[in-house]
């Protein structure tokens, strides 16, 4: 090779990039993206890659090229917030008549990308850092299928809507596609400044570089139609989406340890639980995930909030208040709505306002209306919030009224589910998949269906609903409340109880005839407070089982079960949301020690999984000394409530608790693991005050000291 007159004979020739197709994430409200390490859209692999917008996929091929190659990737990232994506780029070898002539890293392209208002934007900076002038062939290639998120996932199509003709600008293309919807989606493609030759799937650049000389490209891809009078300059946009950003990130407290890898978990939860939450037109209210589940879940948002309250109640109001103004009206089995249920899920894309699929405005779980009232009583628990509670409580009255008339239909004390629609889903507790829920013998259990966790959700729905109808003066109603949720209490111990399973049965079926399997399901009976102690020991010994925890975190299902399959998605998985509900479970009943290995556990895998992201799942394997974890292949990855989850889990361990009307932070007999010494908590907000806490263990117990804290706020710990 010859350049400058230096010959190197042993010079390593780079003739391709290699491959990395790991994916990135980017998120704002409505739009997500998924591309590989250089910014490209992969359509290989499991093809789920592209841009996205309100459940349809914009873009689903973006490629860059330099020299008529892919570029060389040296190194790429996104920022520890999740704003900003960056890669350092170079270009490959470039040769003529078997000579290099440009050797590779000659030239130097830094690619960045954000979200923003719906539009994606994009910076390409040039630098030739050789020695003489360049004429840089630079191309981008990009199309948009228009498929729907669920076509995406594997859904056939009978029909298709039409792809209209692409409008070509000097700077712009506009990709068109009517649906079967009558809707026209858009995807605007612009550049500045404008390239040398624009087609409906190609631009096309020479941009002339002298040595050390720089050039800088900006691209949009707006999710509708773009004229010149809207173009924001990346500066300007960037800054703007900062400013928004901070104003997220103000709402959580700093929570870091004298262990990195803690502290790199948690800065890592909070930045994930923000993206699911930024820009979404339903104020601080969570999307469950990406890219399967980018949208509103009742269950799933209402989960995170539980897992944030003590951190950040405004997620829980935000979720409140859009769940109130979606609550079912009126009966429709085709959705499965019924007077006073609460939102499953809803959905923007073709085929669910097609009705394709029923999840346009769906409310097929059996779960979410309890929740609903547990967090409405957990959230004025942690605020005395009484003029949104007032705001609420009629919307509490129309779920406790479902949860006797809609979801206890035989009049048994227990709620169960039935699908009323073909097109819904069978399953209708969290482990919705359709198989999840089976006698010990594997046959699947028959409709109508009582979950385990579901009688305990709705029993502390029902003393929520007694706390909140004392606290708004309803004495009597509070006493009624009160003995319901005794009489669930009773039942469920009678049903339920599996003595030689040392656990509750999973479910009863249509014949009421218990599901013997051991299962995580009764950790959240823990968690609701539904169990005795010396049952909740039991259970907690069955979940804590080598059958059960695989050193990870505890399997959905006991790997000795009929059913078990630790690649499944529901049937042997772990699944961190469900570690952390029963962690808070365990303590509750005074086993913090177990309470912390969970913790541990998913502290270590957090260590193993890039960028310190839980992810919605992983396979239910033993842990092997030495090893990471196997990943779900097909796992949303953020997914709300798996980034949540260590905040619940620390909560469990702590015994925090915030008193609102006494101005009071409550620690009852804090325990902190081993590898955490010490634990820093850092603006923790109780109304228009805040604490500084600084938490240290030694000599066998924990202690609590006060840092930088408003003198109204009182510091208590309960320690015997």
């Known amino acids: 090779m010859v350049e400058s007159g230096v010959i190197q004979h042993y010079y390593i020739a780079a003739t391709s990039s290699p491959s990395d197709d790991r994916a990135q994430v980017l998120k704002y409200g409505r739009m997500f993206f998924v591309f590989d390490r ?3 859209i992969q359509t290989s692999g499991l093809c789920e890659q592209g841009l996205y917008f309100e459940g349809t996929r914009h873009l689903s091929q973006l490629s860059i090229y330099l020299w008529n190659a892919r570029p060389l990737l040296l190194s790429s990232t996104v920022e520890a917030d999740n704003f ?11 040769s003529f008549e078997g000579n290099v002539v440009k050797p590779r890293g000659t030239l130097h392209l830094l690619r960045s990308r954000f979200l923003w208002r719906d539009v994606c934007y994009e910076q390409f900076l040039f630098v030739n850092h050789g020695l003489s002038e360049l004429l840089v062939p630079f191309r981008i290639n990009f199309d948009a299928d228009f498929a729907d998120i669920f076509e995406v996932r594997g859904t056939r199509r009978p ?16 990709l068109r596609y009517q649906g079967l919807d009558s809707v026209i989606r858009r995807t605007c493609v612009r550049c500045n400044p404008a390239p040398a030759r624009v087609t409906g799937s190609e631009l096309e650049f020479a941009i002339p570089l002298l040595p050390k000389q720089k050039a800088v490209f900006q691209l949009e891809i707006a999710s509708d139609s773009c004229s010149a009078e809207t173009f924001v300059s990346f500066p300007h946009a960037i800054s703007a989406a900062r400013d928004e950003l901070r104003t997220v990130r103000e709402g959580f407290p700093q929570i870091y340890s004298s262990n990195s890898r803690f502290s790199d978990w948690m800065a890592r939860s909070v930045a994930d639980v923000q993206m699911m939450m930024v820009g979404n037109p339903e104020p601080g209210y969570p999307y469950a995930g990406v890219p399967w589940f980018s949208t509103v879940f009742g269950r799933d948002g209402i989960i995170t909030a539980l897992q944030t309250l003590w951190l950040n109640p405004g997620i829980a109001r935000g979720v409140l208040d859009f769940l109130r103004s979606a609550q079912a009206r009126e009966l429709n089995p085709s959705i499965e709505a019924e007077p006073g249920k609460i939102l499953h899920e809803a959905r923007k894309g073709e085929m669910a306002a097609l009705g394709e699929v029923p999840f346009g405005c769906y409310y097929g779980s059996v779960d979410a209306t309890p929740l609903f009232i547990v967090l409405a009583d957990a959230y004025y628990g942690r605020t005395a919030d009484q003029e949104f509670l007032r705001r609420l409580w009629p919307h509490v009255e129309l779920a406790l009224e479902w949860i006797d008339k809609f979801g206890d239909l035989d009049g048994d004390g227990f709620v169960e589910y039935a699908r009323h629609s073909s097109h819904g889903l069978v399953q209708q507790g969290w482990k919705d998949s359709n198989d999840s829920v089976f006698h010990a013998d594997g046959t699947l259990a028959k409709a109508p269906i009582a979950l385990c966790e579901v009688q305990g959700y709705v029993y502390a729905a029902k003393l929520a609903g007694a706390r909140l109808s004392r606290i708004l003066g309803e004495t009597e109603r509070s ?7 005794e009489s669930i209490r009773v039942k469920f111990e009678e049903h339920f109880w599996c003595d030689e399973l040392s656990t509750y049965a999973l479910a009863l079926d249509g014949d009421k005839q218990p599901c013997r399997v051991r299962t995580s399901n009764p950790g959240h009976s823990l968690y609701m407070g539904i169990a005795s102690h010396d049952r909740a020991r039991r259970v907690a010994e069955t979940l804590l089982n080598p059958n059960s925890f695989t050193g990870w975190g505890i399997r959905t299902v006991a790997c000795d079960e009929v059913r078990y399959n630790p690649l499944s998605y529901h049937n042997g998985s772990v699944w961190p949301h469900d570690n952390s509900l029963i962690a808070c479970g365990l303590a509750r009943y005074g086993f913090k020690d177990l309470a912390a290995q969970i913790l541990l556990g998913l502290l270590d895998l957090s260590s193993m999984v890039e960028l310190h992201r839980l992810p919605e799942l992983l396979c239910g394997l033993e842990r092997r000394n030495g090893e990471g974890p196997t990943l779900y ?7 709300a409530w798996s980034a949540a989850a260590p905040f619940l889990v620390l909560q469990a361990c702590l015994g925090i608790s915030i008193q609102p009307e006494h101005k009071r932070i409550v620690f009852d007999h804090p325990h902190l693991p081993d590898g955490i010494p010490q634990l820093t908590i850092r603006g923790l907000r109780l ?9 240290e263990r030694r000599a066998g117990c924990v202690l609590v000291h006060a840092g930088n804290k408003n003198d109204e706020i009182e510091i208590v710990t309960i320690v015997s």
């Open 38 to 40: 250089i910014g490209d």
């Open 84 to 94: 900003l994506f960056s890669a350092d780029l170079a270009n490959l070898d470039v």
């Open 159 to 174: 029909r298709r809507g039409q792809r209209l003709a692409d409008q070509v600008q000097d700077n712009s293309v506009l």
């Open 479 to 485: 006493r009624v409340l009160e003995r319901e949720a």
């Open 633 to 639: 292949p097909v796992a949303c990855s953020p997914q």
């Open 687 to 695: 109304g228009d005050a805040s604490a500084d806490l600084l938490l």
